[in-house]
């Protein structure tokens, strides 16, 4: 929770008598207000989504209250209300009357009106200001979705967006989803236009429509689009290149290009590798970086004769090792456990046993590494068929079981050619050499990290809750609002970035306990101002009031955000 709650009168007992002391919190929300009214999102959402017939509060007001709650402690919508209450009217750019006026009811009517068809162009009038405002690079976009996960059966949803079973993002399958795509800028990883989709709409499906929104929002055909290995099909890839587009994606597993190339490495072909680009480990500095390599010796043209670029990473290798062992060794776990419960059972017969280890080596892909021998021999048991103390001439009958055994071997020779094809990934893309070098090409796919921080940041800090909402069109519009709220956050981080750039400054003490950081954050920097309030002191008919006083750390911050500190006076 960024923002302090805690602005309330107060008795407070002097010489002269009682007095009433008043805190009105303020918080972080001049800023918040600043940056809203820079995206001009009141002034949009009122054009397109016009005022309610009946009520104080209009949709724009409603949804920047939310967005703020969004942003600053996220709660369920019947909590607004009290998130609210200790907050100075003034902060919010609301009247008392109006403040007062905030409740679900009010909040859920202009969730409706954001999901409904007239909400579409206010996206779209959205994005187009923002780029031109805050100067945004459309040169390149970048594409991901991700999975919004509901609990319960929601057996209203049949409309598009549904909510249904689908693969989900967040190892749940057991629970139905939406699909939440997102296109941010390589300039800052700034959002600029969203989609929501059903939760069985599969990603290859969706980057045709996605490609030809952008070329709406961004009045141009010659940008790059950047994704995932999803949109490496031949209708995909042909509908980007046909309108002049550029693409830079992954070549899949399955494709005959890479199964080709692997094979070969897996078969000991000479390939020679060379050093293209190093990049320090940012999260472990004591670690060695991670060094990317290149080679000629491939193929390196897709039969639709888009350019192929094979690189190796060093800490990739380490990684697809590291997780070739893990999966061995938990394999071998339950083989060995399996061992034990042979001759058990269902485990008596050899059919049995060979469909249990198949299961096994199935699922932690470990077929082509491990060999599994089914080793049995014959046991014979003598059993008496008299009762009583045993004697000489016993009649004894003989017994005759076959018992079966595992042996368990690694394939040294599979687990050797495996070794030779880790931490390689084939990049494709119809920009020419002369267009864009090994190295660039390999720092464009490199920035989608980026945008999946956007995905962390929409199921984290921001925290999408739809399990309060019972209504399939409120969860979308919920999830619009949670786009506005990242929107406004991406915006607030790159405006910083960009003041301290400008400014020289190389890191700033805004994490807790003081320390400094090179890459502050929205939330960090909302944390710095989540205490400001100004105090009023009444007694009788005196009157006394004490401005807020900013430290030099938060008028630092203003300065780098382009904002002067006359908005706390």
Known sequence: MYT???GANHLVH??????????HLVGPHPILQHFLDQMTLPRIVRSCLGTPREGILDHAQTLSVLIRNIIL????????????????????????????SINDDRIARSLDALASSRARSLFFLLALHIIKRFELETHRIHNDTTTVTFYGEYKSSYQDPQITHGINKDHRPDLKQLVFGLNVTADGAVPISHEIYSGNRTDDTIHRNNVDRLRQILGREDFIYVADS????RKNLRHVANYGGKFVTVLPRTRAEDKHFRKLLREGACVRWRRVLVLENKRRKRDPPDIYQTTANAPDKTSENYRIIWYRSSQKVQLDAQARLRALQK???ELFDLNARLNCRQLRKRSAISKQIKNIVRKYNCQEFLKVTIVSHLDIQKKRLRCGRPAKDDPIQEIRRQVFQLQVQRDKVALHGASRIDGIFPIVSNLEARQASKKQVLLMYKYQPYLEKRHALFKTELEVAPVYLKKPHRVAGLLHATFLAMTL????ERTLRQGMHREGIESLPILPEGRPTKTPTTARLLEMFSDVRWYEFQRGGETVTFPIKLSQLQKQLLRLLGMDSSVYA
């Open 73 to 100: 402690s996220p709660a369920p919508l019947y909590r607004i209300a009290e998130w609210a209450k200790p907050i100075d009217p003034a902060a919010l750019w609301l009247s008392e009357r109006e403040k007062k």
């Open 4 to 6: 302090k709650q805690a």
């Open 489 to 492: 956050d991406a915006l607030i």
């Open 14 to 23: 002097t010489p002269n008598g009682t007095a009433n002391l008043c805190v």
């Open 230 to 233: 999803k949109l490496c099909t």
């Open 331 to 333: 394999a071998e776990a």
